[in-house]
Nanobody, 115 residues
């Protein structure tokens, strides 16, 4: 089993920044992709950003230029630096990790962007 612990969510004003972290532990032999998804009220869960074991990244169009995903392979941790936050970024953010071909999800961390 793989456990994911997310941190870093909270309330921030428009234009502000937050950094999310997700640490993976447990039966980890090979982490493939790591990523962040989000789900706003009344909407489907969507991919925000993902990063492969080789460091290739992929971003949703809505966050390109504002969010940066990174990972520390030694710590089995993925980060999401979120800058220039907008009210429409308000959502529960979920960490996703693919280990040996299997998907694992965090419990989610709430990000609220509001004045």
């Amino acid at each position: 089993q793989v456990q994911l612990v997310e941190s870093g969510g909270g309330l921030v004003q428009p234009g502000g920044s937050l950094r999310l972290s997700c640490a993976a532990s447990g039966s980890i032999f090979s982490i493939n992709a790591m990523g962040w998804y989000r789900q706003a009220p009344g909407k489907q869960r969507e991919l925000v950003a993902a990063i492969t074991s080789g460091g290739s990244t992929n971003y949703a169009d809505s966050v390109k230029g504002r969010f940066t995903i990174s990972r520390d392979n030694a710590k089995n941790t993925v980060y999401l630096q979120m800058n220039s936050l907008k009210p429409e970024d308000t959502a529960v953010y979920y960490c996703n990790v693919i280990v040996s071909g299997m998907d694992y999800w965090g419990k989610g961390t709430l990000v609220t962007v509001s004045s």
